[in-house]
Structure formats: C-alpha cells, structure tokens
C-alpha cells in the first residue's frame, strides 16, 4: 500500500541490489529508534530518450515494474527481519514511474528522513556520488543519509561524528547528531577542524592560542544542546588539520557522521564541494547530510 501523505516517516530507495538492501536495513532500524513507518519506494524509468523517438516495447515496461516490485517486496522482508519485535513499525511501498530523483525530492516533503545506498542497478545505478544522489542530497527538504556500501559497520556503542565550524548548517548537523546519539545511547564526538593550509606554517605557540579559543568557542556551541541533551556525553576534538582528513579518520571510531550541507569555510563548505565529496568519497560508515525539514 502507498503511504498517506505526512506519514512516510523515513524513505528509503530500493532496487535491488546489496548496498540498496543495506541501505532498507538501516533505514528500518532508524524507523523503528524514532517509532515512525518506514515507506520503501522504486522508481520505474524509461529508457533514455532516442533522436528521432523509438518507442520502447511494453515488455521492457513491463519487466523494470515487475523487477521494481520485486525489488520492494525482498527490501520489505530484510526491514521486518532487522526490526526488533518491540520496536515494528508500519511499513509503506511506493512503486512510482517518476525520475528517480524528483520522486525522492517530492517525498522529502513529507519525511522525517531520505534514504540512500552509494551504489546499485537502476535507481541507484550512477551511485550517491552520481546525478541522481547528489541532486536529492542537494535538494532534499529533510536530512539525506547516504550508507556505503553492501554491509553495515556493527559498531552499537561507537559515538556519532558531527563536523562542526558554527555556521547555521552546522548547527544542524549538530541538532541531528544528538538525536542520532541520544535515541542509540552512545557519545557525540564533535569535531572542528582548521581548513586553512596556511595554518600549518604558524609557529607552534601561535596555534596553541588559537587551538585555545577553538576549545572554548567549541564548548560554547556545545553548550546548549548539552543541557537539552543530558543523556550524551560529548568529545570535543579541535585538530590542526583539513576537516575532510580528519572526518574521514575519525570515522574509523564512528558508526555515524553527520554533516552540514551548507555554510561558510571550513566544514561549513558542505555540500558537494570538495570537502563533502571527498567525505562520501572516503567514509565507510553512514553518512547523514544535515537538510532543514520542510516543517522547520
């Protein structure tokens, strides 16, 4: 069945593939920490268009439906198997004839959260770095996770990585990296890192000043979303490097790194500059890109 409109709770693309399976796996864990459905959706395309127009046979049509269908019904099946039985949530299918990105786009209107693989057939087949991923990321009205790969990291007590510059875009990121946190039971590990190359020509007692207010200007933006969050314990970690390194290193200690997707310098220069890419490029682990909901 479709999805009401203001309940598809957390959307996740599905074709059939293994990074798209995990990708239907984490989103239903993530529907059921927030007690949301879950709409599994596959977006039936036509063929590129040809000069002069050479219509496609209805077998074709008929064929990428079934697939897509296909596709719905095994996703839905790992989604229960991966929901624990005091946490189940309804789940919604979509099978819309759309370009795959538009179709995201418009039901990110009415969900908490988009969800996508990197790689795949179809739907997802130019990848979350490709066309269709990188346009939902960049236009989606709710936060977009991006999961890597064909397996998920267990990693159940590792913290949740937030890369923090004080822009507006990283208060967000911030926002949802304490819910994230907050609904697993585990730390943040908030991370601000220098941009600047030239920072690495300082003498070694100019960067500790500075290194000095950066401590105290981190926990100053920490600060509120501490006493709104008493539940998460925070490591602050400012480090003399590029923020993209540094993400990307510290993901190894992660099971989630959040990220802005707009702002000013530094980390504030996400999204789909080179400091994203090179993060959905390098991190193994989900990734959420931060995106103001269209209810906020």
Not at 35 to 53: I, K, S, Y
Not at 245 to 255: H, M, N, V
């Amino acid at each position: 069945m479709s999805a009401p409109d203001q309940q598809r709770g957390i959307v996740v693309a599905v074709d059939g593939s293994p990074a798209s399976n995990a990708a239907a796996i984490w989103a239903a864990r993530e529907a059921g920490m927030r007690r949301v459905p879950l709409t599994v959706v596959h977006a039936v395309t036509t063929p590129t268009a040809t000069w002069p127009p050479v219509p496609y046979p209805e077998s074709l049509a008929i064929r990428l439906e079934d697939e897509g269908k296909k596709a719905i019904m095994h996703a839905i099946k790992l989604a229960e198997e991966a929901l624990p039985a005091d946490r189940r949530v309804a789940i919604h299918r979509e099978l819309v004839y759309s370009s795959p990105a538009l179709a995201l786009i418009k039901m990110s209107d009415d969900a908490e959260m988009v969800v996508v693989g990197t790689a795949g057939r179809g739907l997802l087949a130019r990848g979350v770095l490709g066309s269709v991923s990188a346009t939902v990321v960049r236009n989606a009205h709710c936060p977009v996770a991006v999961i890597h790969g064909d397996e998920l990291p267990d990693r159940p007590d590792a913290p949740v990585l937030v890369g923090i510059d004080g822009s507006p875009a990283s208060e967000l990121a911030t926002a949802v990296a304490f819910d994230e946190a907050s609904r697993r039971g585990v730390d943040v590990m908030a991370l601000h890192a220098w941009s600047d190359v030239a920072i690495t020509e300082l003498p070694e007692s100019d960067w500790t000043s500075l290194e000095e207010e950066a401590q105290r200007s981190l926990a100053e933006n920490l600060a509120g979303w501490q006493e709104r969050y008493p539940d998460v314990s925070v490591q602050r970690l400012v480090e003399r490097d590029e923020p993209a390194r540094q993400l990307t290193e510290k993901s190894e200690f992660a099971q989630l790194v959040v990220v802005g997707s707009h702002g000013r310098g530094g980390l504030g220069a996400l999204l789909l500059g080179s400091v994203s890419n090179a993060v959905l490029h390098s991190v193994r682990i989900p990734v959420i890109v931060a995106r103001p909901s269209t209810s906020s």
